[in-house]
Every structure is written in structure tokens, then in C-alpha cells.
Nanobody
Framework: QVQLVESGGGLVQAGGSLRLSCAAS????????MAWFRQAPGKEREFVAA????????YYPDSVKGRFTISRDNAKNTVYLQMNSLKPEDTAAYYC?????????????????WGQGTQVTVSS
């Protein structure tokens, strides 16, 4: 069973950048498809990015495509989310998720393991 701990959130001005990290422990990291989701107050959890087990395939919704990049370092048991050109509407709690599946999915209900979240606030 894997444990996930996110870091790297904070307050940034619109147009700025942040890099989130998610450190995994307690499992074979390379066995897990990894993803990032976000949730703003009063809104449903939203898919942000996913990466397959060896990093060969990545997935993004249109809302972040071209601005966000997901990557992983299996040697460091860590997945990253590089966020550029941030907008106020990107403000949310960002969660790392993992699952033992062959391919990535955008459905948060399909992920078995979650971190505690890290807050990202983008000011205008």
C-alpha cells in the first residue's frame, strides 16, 4: 500500500509558476499510474494530469494543456506537476493520486490512493 505526500503549493501571482511534488512510500512506485486532481471550494474534484507507470504517456484536460506538465522520477519515487502561466481559476487544493492499473484514467473514483493535498492560490 502506497502513501503519498504532496508539497510545493503556495501563493503566486497570475502568470507565475509553481512545481508540485508528490513523494510516494510503502509500495513499488513504478507499478502505479499517477495523477493530479484539484478541488476548489464548492466544486467537484477535477482531473488535472495523469502519467502512466513508466512515464511514456501523459494526459491533460484542455483547461491545463500547454501550461501544466506532469512527470515522474521512478528512482526518486516522486511525481511532479509543473504549472506555468497560472490563472486565478487554477486556485484549488491539489491532490496526488495513485492506482495499480495499466493505463491512466481521468475519473477520480478509479484511484485507490490519495495524498492529503496542497493548496495553490493564484492572485490576480
Amino acid at each position: 500500500q502506497v502513501q503519498l505526500v504532496e508539497s510545493g503549493g503556495g501563493l503566486v501571482q497570475a502568470g507565475g509558476s509553481l512545481r508540485l511534488s508528490c513523494a510516494a512510500s510503502g509500495g513499488t512506485f513504478s507499478s502505479y499510474t499517477m495523477a493530479w486532481f484539484r478541488q476548489a471550494p464548492g466544486k467537484e474534484r477535477e482531473f488535472v494530469a495523469a502519467i502512466n507507470r513508466y512515464g511514456g504517456s501523459t494526459y491533460y484536460p484542455d483547461s491545463v494543456k500547454g501550461r501544466f506538465t506532469i512527470s515522474r522520477d521512478n528512482a526518486k519515487n516522486t511525481v511532479y506537476l509543473q504549472m506555468n502561466s497560472l490563472k486565478p481559476e487554477d486556485t484549488a487544493a491539489y491532490y496526488c493520486a495513485a492506482d495499480l492499473r495499466l493505463g491512466a484514467t481521468t475519473d477520480h473514483l478509479e484511484y485507490s490512493y490519495w495524498g492529503q493535498g496542497t493548496q495553490v492560490t493564484v492572485s490576480s
